[in-house]
C-alpha cells in the first residue's frame, strides 16, 4: 500500500528522512575536518623541514673587492670588468 499524506505515518517518515539527513551531514563535516586536520599536519611538516634545511645551509659569504664585478653600457654593448681594472 503506497504512503499518502494523509497517513499518520508520513510525519515519522519525514522524521526520520530529516534525521538521517542530519546524521550524514554530520559525517560529512567530520570527513572534511579530519582532512583539514591532515592537510594543516603535512603543511606543518613541510614547513618545519624547510626550517631545518634552512639550518644547516651555508651561510652567504660577504664579496671582497676582488669578487665583484662592474657592469656599464657602451655604444656597442654591455662590458663588463672588476673594479681593479677600471681607471676612474
Not at 594543516?40 to 652567504?60: E, K, S, T, W, Y
Not at 673587492?65 to 677600471?86: D, F, I, M, Q, Y
Request: proline share 6%; net charge positive; hydrophobic share 60%.
Amino acid at each position: 500500500m503506497p504512503i499518502t499524506v494523509s497517513e499518520s505515518g508520513t510525519a515519522m517518515f519525514g522524521a526520520v528522512l530529516r534525521a538521517a539527513a542530519f546524521l550524514a551531514l554530520g559525517i560529512g563535516l567530520a570527513v572534511l575536518l579530519v582532512f583539514a586536520a591532515a592537510a594543516a599536519v603535512v603543511v606543518g611538516l613541510m614547513i618545519l623541514g624547510a626550517a631545518i634545511a634552512l639550518r644547516f645551509a651555508p651561510r652567504p659569504v660577504e664579496a671582497t673587492a676582488a669578487g665583484v664585478l662592474e657592469a656599464r653600457r657602451t655604444p656597442t654593448g654591455w662590458v663588463v670588468e672588476g673594479l681593479s681594472r677600471r681607471q676612474p
